[in-house]
């Protein structure tokens, strides 16, 4: 992504973005897809900040991970429906085609992966954390990039795993692309993932060896992103190469 100053512009002023299409993934989850005109591009792993502004003039705000891999012309934001969420609840219940609302970005510098960065690419995510990590495999797969990549996802049932389809579909692609769930509330009969919180075994048992030196991006509430950066590190994983971001506490996993 080249920056100037245009770009930059761009990125720190409110710009309308238009709803093109509305995926509903999980009973609580759905995802937008948006068109930005002079979109400046982005990186896996940054958010956007959105605004709503109501008939009285009240606003509320909220960050988003982008789901897309820059190569697509439309960004993603997957959005979980909280039920005291103001914008979560007006996105699920109100929004439409065609529609428009503000948004901001893209943000963040920190929380990113590109090709440059490397693989081994480890990912770890809870809930709906899963979003920037998604962004991060789609752009390498937009990229036919054959580094090895695994993803350990943890959701409360099978119903509430997101894009589930498309990492079994990912999996099957590329041998390269580990896809590993573990679902802590219920297990269906026949259920072949974990079936507990991530914990230090499957780590151990998951990820790649220290020794690999693989980069690890973490994502989810923040005790789940404590949990799994310690046990991480208590394994032997260089503290430099773990990447963490998460959120408040809006369903443990």
């Not at 502004?53 to 509320?60: E, F, I, L, S, V």
């Not at 959005?79 to 970005?105: I, N, P």
């Amino acid at each position: 992504m080249i920056d100037d100053p245009t770009a930059s512009a761009r990125r720190l002023g409110w710009q309308l973005a238009e709803v093109r299409d509305i995926v509903v993934e999980t009973p609580r989850v759905k995802t937008f897809l948006m068109r930005v005109a002079g979109w400046p591009g982005h990186l896996p792993g940054q958010h956007v900040d959105i605004r709503l502004t109501a008939d009285d003039g009240y606003q509320a705000q909220r960050s988003y991970s982008i789901a897309s891999p820059p190569e697509d012309e439309l960004i993603a934001l997957t959005v979980v429906r909280l039920d005291d969420g103001e914008v979560s609840a007006y996105l699920h219940g109100e929004l439409r085609r065609g529609d428009h609302f503000e948004l901001r970005g893209p943000i963040g510098g920190y929380f990113v992966w590109s090709l440059s960065v490397g693989t081994p690419l480890q990912l770890i995510g809870g809930g709906s954390g899963v979003a920037p990590l998604m962004a991060m495999l789609r752009h390498r797969e937009r990229r036919d990039e054959h580094g090895a990549a695994m993803l350990l996802y943890s959701s409360r049932s099978v119903e509430e795993i997101i894009y589930r389809e498309e990492f079994e579909a990912m999996a099957r692609r590329d041998r390269d692309v580990r896809i590993i769930n573990t679902v802590t509330s219920r297990q269906p009969d026949g259920w072949r993932g974990y079936g507990r919180r991530i914990d230090k075994a499957m780590l151990a048992e998951s990820c790649f060896p220290p020794k690999a030196s693989p980069r690890s991006f973490i994502c989810g509430p923040t005790p789940f992103v404590e949990n799994a950066a310690t046990l991480l590190v208590e394994l032997g994983h260089d503290p430099l190469s773990i990447k963490t971001e998460r959120f408040g506490p809006t369903g443990s996993t």
